[in-house]
């Protein structure tokens, strides 16, 4: 008996000896961090509700982003609705779900106007927006809203900040109803915008029409310091596609390109600089044809890629009504521009953008739909081009021009 209960004690010494060698072992390896660069948060748009998303979100998980990491912010769109009332609920909401971490806002439409007015208010916390993205915001407003709004008779409340230059438009665009060089401020927030030739827009009115004509803005959604890109459907970095104004949220292509904004923007930090060479017309159908037009005005319009500094533009070109500088079809010779700042853009986070609008305005005080020949946007980005000389096609309805440009190592 005795030498059964020596065993079991040598037993049970090494038991605990076993146990605590095993306690000394590292545990497992901690689980991997989300792939996600940061928490994010989307924003629908009017008379839509999170479920305009599940595709986006879908796609988000699918690169490994965390469900925790994911924020759908939902807001009601009633008759008495108004930006300033949302976006105090938008205030409650980035409180509760992710105060104090850097996070990234994706917004579709009215969502875009809601979530700058809310940053406008709340610069402190807006400092951690590492990127504000649009997908078909009427950061200008919307001819829709001017001329009366919801024909539909659902009239809302929203309306009433939709229309050009609204004190909510006003705010949400740094304090301005329209500036050539920034209207997204000096805050570290990069900022990217997507417009579409095929966005109806509301009551039939795109937002590609013109939306204060005397201010000399063209379109409702692309910003001066903000990467402006234009999905067509004859844009090569769009594969074809051209989405609806509801179909952004959902359209593979923009999704693909806003993961890409979203994993930091770019590479090469502020190594590239671009410039622009010159812009020819090579069709134009709008007004019958007429080329050389002395009424032809328009502008070209640089946009640096990065936040702070960065959310400028560089305005090489813009011809008030009136003037004449046409020559054939080498049309623009840009370095004669007296309104930019200089020879070279930045591209800072390896993003550089081109704006191009080009107008036949039929010696009117507004563009009628076929005045607006030329309609689009260029996104340079390293990790697609290189350095060197390039040029590419933007078009709109009636016409078409390229453009040349070159990008160098700074």
């Known amino acids: ?7 079991s004690r040598k037993y049970s010494v090494l038991v605990g000896a076993c146990a605590l060698a095993i306690a000394a072992l590292p545990g497992p390896p901690a689980q991997a961090s989300p792939a996600g660069p940061r928490d994010i948060i989307l924003v629908h748009g009017m008379n839509d509700g999170p479920g305009a998303w599940d595709s986006m979100v879908e796609m988000l998980k699918g690169k490994g982003y965390a469900e925790e990491q994911i924020h759908l912010f939902q807001y009601d769109t009633y008759q008495n609705s108004r930006v300033a009332d949302v976006a105090k609920s938008f205030d409650t909401f980035v409180q509760n779900q992710v ?18 007015y809310w940053m406008s208010d709340h610069q402190s916390e807006a400092s951690k927006v590492v990127n504000w993205i649009s997908l078909a915001g009427p950061n200008h407003g919307s001819w829709w809203a001017y001329q009366g709004g919801d024909f539909g008779g659902l009239w809302k409340n929203f309306v009433y900040d939709l229309v050009p230059g609204s004190d909510a438009l006003r705010k949400a665009n740094n304090g301005q109803d329209y500036n050539w060089w920034g209207e997204t401020g000096s805050g570290p927030t990069r900022y990217t915008t997507f417009r579409s030739g095929c966005d109806e827009g509301a009551a039939g009115v ?5 939306i204060m004509f005397d201010k000399e803005d063209f379109d409702s959604t692309s910003l001066g310091g903000a990467i402006n890109y234009k999905v067509t459907n004859t844009d090569q970095d769009f594969v074809g596609h051209c989405p609806s104004h509801p179909g952004f949220p959902s359209d593979s292509e923009v999704q693909k390109k806003v993961y890409e904004t979203l994993m930091d923007g770019g590479g090469g930090g502020d190594d590239y600089q671009l410039k622009i060479d010159k812009v020819r017309m090579v069709e134009e159908s709008g007004d019958g044809g007429l080329k050389g037009n002395s009424d032809r005005m328009g502008y070209i319009r640089v946009n640096s890629g990065g936040g702070g500094k960065g959310n400028l533009s560089n305005v090489y ?6 003037d004449t500088d046409d020559s054939g079809n080498e049309w623009l010779n840009v370095p004669n521009s007296g309104f930019n700042k200089g020879a070279w853009t930045t591209c800072s986070n390896g993003r550089c953008g081109i704006d ?3 107008v036949d305005e039929d010696y009117g005080s507004f563009a009628d739909p076929d005045d607006v020949e030329v309609n689009g946007s260029i996104v340079w980005d390293v990790r697609h081009q290189g350095a060197g000389q390039h040029s590419k096609i933007v078009q709109g309805t009636y016409g078409k ?10």
Do not use: C, P, Q
């Open 1 to 7: 008996m005795r030498s059964v209960l020596k065993n």
């Open 99 to 116: 105060k104090g971490k850097n996070v990234d806002v994706v917004a579709h439409s009215l969502g875009s106007i809601i979530s700058r």
């Open 206 to 210: 795109g937002l590609d029409r013109a």
């Open 317 to 322: 070109w813009r011809n008030d009504r009136g």
């Open 356 to 358: 191009v609008m080009i």
């Open 401 to 410: 021009a390229e453009v040349f440009y070159t990008v160098e190592r700074r």
